[in-house]
């Protein structure tokens, strides 16, 4: 049985606060596309010199019916400003912001609704600044009818990044509630490290009774990694999904291949929303 449609659309570059930025695969069931302000699956981002860059453009190549290639080029740096000019200390304080953020889930909800408040207060805006490559990146999809295989590479053009983010997103209007370990539980309200206990939590989407979740992950060479996972609802954003996080600074090579299984399953339950 199909739990889900998988489909790309290069022409769709999101909604929301990150409006422009290139979506990996996208998914879709009863005809509805549940992608919304999410990433898709299998997407990239960088930070490097504590600048965040992702790709705004992508190449899709449909080998077969159940197999296709999307390839990127991380190129542009998601910056904030005022007046319509990109700052670099209003940036930089933003992504200070944002890696204290990731450290705090319990603070998470009341920091998001700070942070917007004092961005529209302030007139601050995102800006999209394309710049000198700083990786390329190739997806390969293998689909199945209740999961996705992905194979994912990225090669380093420029310095070692930090920290390198695949992102794996859909709608938080859809995605409202987890399961884990047989049981319902509340998403994160921000992005939080994954439970490590009875296998990776799912994200449930009780309006299709879809659940979807990460599996079978490994980096080459055995490097480590971490899953975070996380849902935030907000006028400009509107996301539920996993990251895996990888440090290639720690790893002295220019090229870093990881692969990972994205599954889905249908579960008919009742809502229940952490909204």
Partial sequence: MQAAEFFTDSLYKGTGISTGLARGLQVRTGGVDLTQEGMGLGTAAIRCGGKTFFAQESEVIWQNPQQLVIEYV???EFRSGTGGRADHLITRLRECLSAFYRLAPPLQRALLSAGFYWRDLLGIKEQLVPGDPKARVRFEYYLHPVQVDIVCEFEFLGPLPQQLFIMNELGADFFTSAWHQDGLCECPGGW????????????????????????????????????????????RLCWAGFAIQINPESIPQRKILCRYTVKFSRHGIEEHSDE
């Fill in 74 to 76: 991380i190129d542009t």
């Fill in 192 to 235: 939080e490290v994954c439970p490590d206990q009875g296998g990776l939590p799912f994200l449930l989407s009780p309006q299709w009774g879809l659940l979807y979740s990460l599996s079978d992950i490994t980096v080459d060479k055995g490097w480590r990694f971490k899953v975070y996972w996380g849902r935030e609802k907000h006028a």
